[in-house]
T-cell receptor
Framework: SQKIEQNSEALNIQEGKTATLTCNYT??????LQWYRQDPGRGPVFLLL?????KEKRKERLKVTFDTTLKQSLFHITASQPADSATYLC???????????FGAGTQVVVTP | DGGITQSPKYLFRKEGQNVTLSCEQN?????MYWYRQDPGQGLRLIYY???????QKGDIAEGYSVSREKKESFPLTVTSAQKNPTAFYLC?????????????FGEGSRLTVL
């Protein structure tokens, strides 16, 4: 069956350090992968999209990699700040019209 | 400002009652989606619509119904047939272009069955 796995344990990190989150998938061949941020009680907010032919994508302090051989994406938050504390979701395309399958998310807690 | 509006934010229902969650968007998006989120689980797709007057079942459609009579609106009805309806419901929309599917989400509706 198709599966998307993200670290279920919260990631506790000190301000200024780099947070690295993992998204692994099986039985998919997505053309692209997305990352979202979700704050408690709010809807997810889109952060980054990376296509299968792109190895790496950056946006400000965020960096995403996509390894279709390993079936894995890594999401990095550099120089982390307490305001980065949230749950981060990865999502994979399941059809060409944008229907997405989401992972359960990883909570990040950045302490001063 | 363009966006997606969900209402109500909080809703309480007695067992056996149907409830309808509203979702309106002014982004001029063709595609709209309903997801359900439970603690510790990923978002699960209930229904989606790629165009007016057309919609498809997602992964967990049983006990739910939708309509898409207008481009801007995609209401979700949680029927009494839904066995465990207490959850956080999220509506989303996107442009209907292949492989560009960034989703724009509403703020969610939290349904509690008493």
């Amino acid at each position: 069956s198709q599966k998307i796995e993200q670290n279920s344990e919260a990631l506790n990190i000190q301000e200024g350090k780099t947070a690295t989150l993992t998204c692994n998938y099986t039985n998919y061949s997505p053309a692209y992968l997305q990352w979202y941020r979700q704050d408690p009680g709010r809807g997810p907010v889109f952060l980054l999209l990376i296509r299968e032919n792109e190895k790496e994508k950056r946006k400000e302090r965020l960096k995403v990699t996509f390894d279709t051989t390993l079936k894995q994406s890594l999401f990095h938050i550099t120089a982390s700040q307490p305001a980065d504390s949230a749950t981060y979701l990865c999502a994979l395309e399941t059809d060409s019209w944008g229907k997405l399958q989401f992972g359960a998310g990883t909570q990040v807690v950045v302490t001063p | 400002d363009g966006g997606i509006t969900q209402s109500p934010k909080y809703l309480f229902r007695k067992e056996g009652q149907n409830v309808t969650l509203s979702c309106e968007q002014n982004l001029n998006h063709d595609a709209m989606y309903w997801y359900r989120q439970d603690p510790g689980q990923g978002l699960r797709l209930i229904y989606y619509s790629q165009i007016v007057n057309d919609f498809q079942k997602g992964d967990i459609a049983e006990g739910y119904s939708v309509s898409r009579e207008k481009k801007e609106s995609f209401p979700l009805t949680v029927t009494s047939a839904q066995k465990n309806p207490t959850a956080f419901y999220l509506c989303a929309s996107s442009t209907r272009k292949p492989h560009t599917g960034e989703l724009f989400f509403g703020e969610g509706s939290r349904l509690t069955v008493l």
